[in-house]
């Protein structure tokens, strides 16, 4: 699966299973709490019952003349009679603190009823009954309800991996389809233009003809066509390269890869400024360090005006390729690394350059910057020692 | 008819014990002395007003107002207890003796004292 398979579908997983999820634990918490008022309502109404008993006692002990008269007290519960002033009377508790306006209530573990009397048996115009919450049915509920969590939340990513891949499916074709347009394609390009350039080098050694200018023209169209094969042979295998991480010498290959550009640099007249350290040692592929040092030397030349200046910089920190070119609007430097971003839409090339160098910055977790002012110049800045 | 009269010496059997425990003078001479010889069942008119009133306040000020000028129609009793007892006569208690018993009488008979746990 590709990294942008693998990134729509990981997007679309995370918004459909958070919202399904939040839907679900919403759905599940109303669920809890209505059946958790259901289980304390079953258990409130045991106090009222008991409540009931409690009154008929107290009926039969306003008739009864002894000389104590015995309350009727009931494990689990507790109760006490209060007058018509909700005055305490007896009981076999004390609470402190009544809500005398609610007919049941909660504090902390107990459940608490009050039970209006009339005729007020030994002067009793209120039951107070309380008792302990049962936690058993509770805490079930709760278990069964993290258990539904679980189990939709299982179901629900499964559903959602299988709807992903449905998803990405004609994504995915489409993706394969082009790489193998481009695979074809490129294969078809590689063997005219290595054709054309090594019989432009061996013309212009071998012969003294006429048509100079119109030969370096060729050689330079050549390469950007080469350059071009080459970016677009490194964007497809990228996945399946394997790189050979190796202490390359950065300022050598920077040296070559200024000279191979160099007949671009002429054609445009660009003065070229370079302030290379020597034996600057990098480890990594060579490939990629080819791809990132053409990619900014060809944008630098390409984005240039004419009889404009290119100032090469390289130390044991950064490399830095500055131009006076048309430059990038604030807006657009975000948006720079975008594939097909192309800075002024009047110039030629993919946009994939910029990519390309985003790619093995990321890869080698180098530092890329760039910064520019409008119409005056652009400094594109590789750090690799934080 | 009958069974009221029969509750009623029960109830008054029942009173004569309790009331052994030491009711003060006051309440003996100017209320449990009478109520005994006429059999009238004090702590079953306690009672009554505890069903009807339930705090001592409104029983105090019922009795008071019953006791300064006592008539069938105001009584706590129904009129068939009137049939079986007779009618109670004025005290002659000024205000304040006559509170004073009323305290001492809603004290002697309050049921807080006789409440238990099992």
Request: glycine letters at 4%; charged letters at 25%; proline letters at 3%.
């Amino acid at each position: 699966m590709l990294s942008s398979e693998k990134r729509s579908l990981f997007r679309f997983l995370s918004i459909y299973l958070s919202s399904t999820f939040i839907l679900f634990l919403l759905a599940t918490f109303i669920f809890y709490d209505y059946q958790k008022h259901q289980i304390i309502d079953i258990q409130n109404a045991e106090l009222s019952i008991e409540a009931e008993h409690i009154t008929q006692s107290l009926r039969q002990l306003n008739e009864t003349f002894t000389k104590t008269l015995t309350y009727p007290q009931k494990e689990p519960f507790k109760s006490a009679i209060y007058d018509l002033d909700k005055g305490y009377i007896f009981g076999s508790f004390n609470p402190k603190n009544i809500l005398w306006s609610e007919e049941y209530y909660q504090e902390e573990k107990r459940l608490f009823h009050i039970h209006p009397l009339f005729p007020y048996y030994l002067g009793a115009s209120y039951i107070v009954i309380s008792k302990e919450i049962n936690p058993e049915p509770i805490d079930h509920l709760l278990k069964m309800s993290i258990l539904f969590l679980f189990i939709a939340g299982i179901f629900f990513t499964l559903l959602g991996l299988f709807l992903g891949r449905l998803f990405i499916a004609p994504m995915k074709e489409s993706i394969e389809q082009m790489n193998r347009f481009i695979e074809d394609t490129t294969h078809e390009f590689n063997t005219p233009i290595s054709t054309i350039l090594t019989n432009i080098e061996l013309i212009d050694t071998m012969y003294d003809c006429e048509g100079k200018e119109e030969l370096k023209r060729i050689e330079i169209a050549s390469k950007t066509l080469s350059r071009l094969y080459e970016d677009l042979t490194y964007l497809k295998l990228n996945h399946n390269y394997h790189r050979e991480i190796e202490s390359l010498n950065i300022s050598k290959l920077l040296e070559d890869r200024v000279e191979y550009f160099n007949t671009l640099i002429k054609s445009k007249e660009l003065k070229v400024t370079q302030q290379i350290e020597g034996n600057i040692i990098l480890e990594m592929d060579k490939n990629d360090a080819i791809r990132l040092i053409d990619n900014i030397l060809s944008n630098s030349i390409k984005y240039n005006k004419k009889e404009g200046a290119i100032e090469i910089g390289l130390n044991s920190k950064t490399l830095r390729v500055k131009n006076s070119s048309i430059g990038i609007k604030k807006e657009d430097i975000n948006l720079i690394q975008n594939r097909f971003k192309r800075a002024n839409s009047s110039e030629g090339g993919f946009g994939i350059g910029l990519d390309i160098i985003g790619q093995v910055v990321e890869r080698y977790g180098f530092k890329f910057s760039i910064d520019s002012t409008y119409n005056e110049s652009t400094e594109v800045n590789i750090r690799w020692i934080k | 008819m009958d069974k009221i009269v029969i509750k009623s010496f029960f109830i008054t059997a029942i009173l004569s014990t309790t009331m052994t425990a030491e009711p003060s003078s006051s309440l003996q001479n100017n209320c449990l002395s009478c109520h005994i010889e006429q059999k009238i069942p004090s702590e079953l008119i306690h009672r009554r007003y505890l069903l009807k009133y339930s705090t001592n306040r409104d029983i105090k000020e019922r009795l008071f107002k019953y006791l300064t000028n006592p008539k069938k129609e105001t009584s706590i009793m129904p009129k068939q207890f009137f049939l079986k007892f007779p009618e109670k006569a004025s005290l002659e208690l000024n205000d304040t003796e006559l509170s004073e018993s009323i305290d001492i009488y809603l004290d002697y008979f309050d049921v807080k004292k006789k409440l238990v746990l099992p």
